[in-house]
Structure formats: C-alpha cells, structure tokens
C-alpha cells in the first residue's frame, strides 16, 4: 500500500502562484509516475500534470500549461506541482495520484484508472 497526502493548497488572488507537495509512504520503492488532478464543484475529475518514475517525462493538461510545472524530489517519493499565473477557473480540489509505472501508465498517464493509489485532495481558491 502507498499513503498519499498532499499540503500546500490555500488562498491566492488571481496571478499568483502556490506550490502543492505530495508526500508517498508506505511501499515507495515501486516505480511509480505520479500525477495531479483537480475537481471543481459540478465538475467532473480533470487531468491536470503527471511525471514518470525517472522525471524523465512530464505530461500537462492543455489549460494549464506553461504556467504549471510538475516535479519529483525527496528520492522521488515527493511530487511537487508548481502553480504560476493561477486563474479563477483554476480553483478546485487537487488530487495527487500514484500509479505502477508501466506501458499502460505511458499511454494512459491522463486517465484516473492509469493510478491505484489517491490522497485526500487539497483546496485551491483562487480570487479574482
């Protein structure tokens, strides 16, 4: 079992930047990508960035790239997503995710179903 637990979430007016951490525990030593997602009220679960195992690779969802930036630290138990120039609509639960690195994993990072293993999630509000 992996336990993930995400901080970091919080109040921030429109244009500024918060960064969220993902700590894993438990069985860490598996070669698992790790992702975000986000879930605004009334909407569905939507892909936000995932890493592989390496951080060799790294994936964003079209609204939020080139302002949001995944990373991996810790020996690659951390996942870390940097948020920058953040939006009204970017507020929403995050989720972070843990899924067994694999072939499916590389072509499926976007999908829930590519990850076995999710926190709690952590609320973002941004203002206008």
């Known amino acids: 079992q992996v336990q993930l637990v995400e901080s970091g979430g919080g109040l921030v007016q429109a244009g500024g930047s918060l960064r969220l951490s993902c700590a894993a525990s438990?069985?860490?030593?598996?070669?698992?990508?790790m992702g975000w997602f986000r879930q605004a009220p009334g909407k569905e679960r939507e892909f936000v960035a995932a890493?592989?195992?390496?951080?060799?690779?790294?994936y964003y969802g079209d609204s939020v790239k080139g302002r949001f930036t995944i990373s991996r630290a810790n020996a690659r138990i951390t996942a870390v997503l940097q948020m920058n120039s953040l939006k009204p609509e970017d507020t929403a639960v995050y989720y972070c995710?843990?899924?067994?690195?694999?072939?499916?994993?590389?072509?499926?990072?976007?999908?829930?179903?590519?990850?076995?293993?999710w926190g709690q999630g952590t609320q973002v509000t941004v203002s206008s």
């Open positions: 995710a843990a899924g067994t690195e694999s072939g499916y994993y590389s072509t499926s990072y976007y999908r829930e179903a590519a990850y076995r293993y």
């Open positions: 438990g069985r860490t030593f598996g070669r698992y990508g």
């Open positions: 890493i592989s195992w390496s951080s060799s690779s790294t």
